[in-house]
Structure formats: structure tokens, C-alpha cells
């Protein structure tokens, strides 16, 4: 009797571990709520900036850099996707806690990451090597 039981919560433990695991395996990739984090048509990578709307000084650093980096390389900077701090599941994601942040992505992943209060030439010159440095690579 003794051996049957051990057997019966052998059997109850696998099937509670692969329904565990079933269950993970079907959590929803983050490109499911925002395809356009997949929207790598001209091969540019994505560029996201978290905002929280609340010091757009700070914010309009990062505008002009970015439109300084599109004037120079328009044909490798996709548009900049503005995310505001109500998209809980993106900021969770990507372990967003500073405001404003940029990110560069590529499939998901994060090539370049600025936060906080920054200077125009910084950030010009992170999102330029980043750029320039992910294009010879795909070369």
C-alpha cells in the first residue's frame, strides 16, 4: 500500500511540474501587446523614449538629439516611439525607474540604454555609435 502511494504522488508531482511548465512556455512575449517593437521593416532599430511628462526640459534633450541623429542618418534611425508611464507591462519589461529613458532595441534587445538628465552631445554621440556600430556589424 505503501509503495502505491509513493507512486500515486510520484505521478501527481510530474504532472504538477509539466503543468508548471506548460503554463510558462505560454506566457505572451511582449511584441504581442506591441508590435511595434517587431516593426523592423527598413532593418532600423527600434528607439523608444519613456516619458513621464513631468520635466519636459529634460525631455527636450533627447528630442533634439534624436532629430540631430535623423537629420544625419535619416535612413538609420527609425521614428522614436514616445512611451508614457502608464504602459506598466513595457516599463516592468524593460526595468524602467528613471525618467526620461531611451532605448534602442534590436529584436527585443537593448543596444543602447541613456537615462536621466543628459547633455545634447551625449546622447548624439551614444545614439551615432550605436548606429553607425550595429550597421557594420549587419554589413
Not at 68 to 76: A, C, G, I, L
Not at 79 to 98: G, H, M, R
Amino acid at each position: 500500500m505503501l509503495g502505491k502511494l509513493n507512486r500515486w504522488v510520484m505521478v501527481m508531482s510530474l504532472i504538477s511540474f509539466f503543468c508548471i511548465l506548460s503554463s510558462c512556455s505560454n506566457t505572451k512575449n511582449i511584441s504581442d501587446n506591441y508590435p511595434f517593437l517587431n516593426d523592423t521593416e527598413d532593418n532600423a532599430p527600434v528607439t523608444l523614449l519613456f516619458s513621464n511628462e513631468s520635466d519636459l526640459a529634460e525631455e527636450h534633450i533627447y528630442y533634439d538629439a534624436l532629430i540631430d541623429v535623423q537629420q544625419s542618418y535619416p535612413d538609420k534611425l527609425s521614428n522614436v516611439i514616445v512611451i508614457s508611464q502608464e504602459e506598466d507591462e513595457l516599463i516592468d519589461y524593460y526595468n524602467i525607474d528613471t525618467y526620461p529613458t531611451l532605448l534602442i532595441l534590436d529584436d527585443l534587445h537593448i543596444k543602447l540604454r541613456i537615462e536621466g538628465p543628459q547633455g545634447l552631445a551625449n546622447i548624439y554621440e551614444e545614439v551615432e555609435f550605436i548606429l553607425l556600430n550595429s550597421l557594420e556589424k549587419a554589413s
